[in-house]
């Protein structure tokens, strides 16, 4: 379809996992790192978790990629399968049988004695077994019972087999109950896949392009990127289908360049709404960094991300307004000035003068509503990660409502909170003299 117009010479974007398309972002790289290192070592269990669409998968196809030739795998796809089931799989897979027919109507203990001899031989000759086992979130607990036991295949001097259980977050929860502590136990190395920052999401695209292009320049803009990472959320299987859907608009609009109202167009189609596919930790700063250094630590590009999601979701979307959010970190006592609270209508702020006089306090201006519930909502964001936030209505204009975050004891506190709003990727900030919000 468009990959003709694009000059594809196959498709960027598929769904399918394939290992010559894995961005090693930093954490795909930390991961596969680590996993390689468990297997190399034979440490025994490993475990890989993730939210639906990080990764997982190829994640993994590219682990078994980069495996010694003396490594036999097995996969094991099907996690509905039962305790002797798994066993025929993997003798099936590691090549010990031909047929899995062949084993039908052997007792349990025999398919273990089998695999166990077959792990021995492999030792005497210095390879290595390793059991991948995908969607273990899904596996019964008598299998998850069964792979314990067979993490107990060793010599006196390693482990026989190695077992990497793949799965989502529900798997953690599953192995920290009372009833899987003696599994949990065995895990030597555990790795957490999360989502693409809003550089990353760029690299990624960028190379996917590159690699199905054989070479050239991606096409989208960087204001089509910022929509990428909005609405996929930094997930790799949400942005992969929010992109082949934007190229096919761009193919239909007959467009060189797929721009933010071409992947508008998509996430539509795909019926996709600007919120981070996971959830965040909210990091904030120490009062005793804040009160040292005059300023905040600068926010996480997660805690980023969040912000700007949770505004646009608290606002809703197309208000035709601008608006933007901060996270104070520590006690708001640390930034507060003395003096009466902000009255319930201010003027417009007036342009920050030339230089502040010595004693005067700021304020920044972080969002103007159409409607005061808007307003309300931003404002109850800031409130709970620790600002002090106020609204009050424009004077002259009973359908705007102003959100204000300090006062700042100083221009330096109020700037540095500034600079982090921007950074969020919002504009239209304002830092104004608190003298300038008298009531009228």
Known sequence: MYENYYRFRRQPFSPTPD???????????????????????????????????TGKTTTTRALLGLLDRDVFTALVINPFVTADELLRVLLTDFGVVSDIRLTEGVSRQSLVDTLNRFLLSL????????????????????????????????????????????????????LETHEMRSLNQRIARRVTLGPLNREEVEHYVAFRIRL?????????????????????????????????????????????????????????????????????????ASEAEFVKSGRRAG?????????????????????????AVTMLGGASDAVEVGGAPLPATVEAPSPLGAGPRAGQAFRVLAGEFDTRGSAEA???????????????????????????????????????????????????????????LSAP
Not at 31 to 48: D, I, K, P
Not at 123 to 130: C, D, E, Q, R, T
Not at 223 to 240: K, M, T, W, Y
């Open 19 to 53: 290992p010559e398309f894995l961005y090693k972002s930093a954490i795909h790289q930390r991961a596969l790192e680590e996993l390689l290192r468990g297997v190399r070592r034979r440490e025994g269990m490993l475990l890989l978790t993730g939210d639906v669409g």
């Open 123 to 174: 030792s005497s000759v210095g390879a290595s077994a390793l059991a991948v086992v995908d969607e273990a979130q899904n596996l019964d607990p008598a299998v998850l019972e069964q792979l314990r036991v067979l993490t107990a295949l060793e010599t006196d001097h390693q482990k026989l087999l190695q077992i990497l259980l793949v799965g989502q977050p529900e798997l953690k929860t599953l």
């Open 212 to 284: 199905a292009l054989d070479g050239g320049d991606p096409m989208f803009s960087d204001g089509a990127l910022d929509q990428v990472h909005r609405f996929s959320g930094g997930v790799p299987r949400e942005i992969n289908k929010l992109c082949d859907r934007s190229l096919e608009a761009g193919f239909a609009a007959q467009s060189p360049t797929v721009d933010e109202a071409l992947v508008a167009e998509a996430a539509a189609a795909l019926d996709l709404t600007p919120m981070p596919a996971l959830p965040v930790t909210i990091e904030p």
């Open 299 to 323: 926010l996480t590009a997660r805690t980023k991300r969040w912000l700007a999601a949770s505004v646009v979701v608290a606002a809703g979307i197309g208000l035709g307004v601008w608006v």
């Open 378 to 436: 931003v404002a109850e964001i800031l409130r709970r990660l620790g600002g002090e936030v106020s609204v009050a209505a424009a004077v002259g204009s009973p359908d705007r409502y102003l959100v204000w975050v300090g006062p700042y004891a100083t221009l330096t506190a109020a700037q540095a909170m500034d600079a982090d709003i921007k950074s969020v990727g919002l504009a239209g900030t304002r830092i104004v003299p608190d003298e300038g």
